[in-house]
């Protein structure tokens, strides 16, 4: 091979290994190392794409009920192990007709094309099957608050996740008093 080609390939191989690690590194930002699940932006990008091409599309929030005492008690590992369980849990649940994402701690959203077609009440029994953990059953409980899209005024993803948010803190206070899910 001509020195001179091959010193002008050099350079054009460097960038395409950069390149590649620049996109592997965006990727990664946009998934959560712990769950997998996608964070707050590869998230958003997600259902607002899913938001435009289906105007019955859900939008969830699920927060895990009782986390700082599950940590506590349990330690830490114990609520990593809580937080996968209820990612794995979200993720099976929307399969293909949606996508689910963790915001932080232990606060987690989706957005699906339409609830008839998911079962919330199949979420709400996943999310509170036990967590089986150091040879333990370690009880996990999490309120879910929905918006359909449909519901309001104008179809956004801003003002839908400000509504699960609303009922997702209801049925927070509900189910303290027995109620699970909010609608």
């Not at 849990?89 to 989706?110: K, S, Y």
């Not at 699906?112 to 040879?135: E, N, S």
């Amino acid at each position: 091979m001509d020195l001179h080609i091959a010193a002008s390939l050099v350079p054009l191989l460097g960038w395409a290994v950069h390149g590649s690690i620049l996109t592997h590194r965006l990727a990664s930002a946009r998934r959560d190392p712990l769950t997998g699940l996608h964070t707050r932006a590869g998230w958003t990008a997600r259902a607002e794409h899913l938001i435009r091409r289906h105007p019955t599309a859900v939008v969830l929030l699920v927060d895990l009920d009782h986390f700082k005492t599950l940590n506590d008690t349990h330690g830490h590992a114990a609520g990593d192990a809580a937080l996968i369980a209820t990612a794995d849990r979200l993720r099976t649940w929307c399969g293909r007709n949606g996508t689910a994402g963790r915001l932080g701690g232990d606060e987690f959203v989706a957005v699906v094309q339409d609830l008839a077609a998911a079962d919330l009440d199949a979420l709400t029994t996943a999310l509170h099957r036990p967590l089986h953990f150091g040879g333990k059953s370690v009880p996990l409980s999490a309120s879910v608050g929905t918006c359909a899209l449909a519901e309001l005024p104008i179809p956004a993803l801003t003002d839908a996740l400000a509504a699960a948010d609303a009922a997702m803190y209801a049925a927070k206070g509900r189910s303290r008093r027995g109620s699970r899910t909010s609608r």
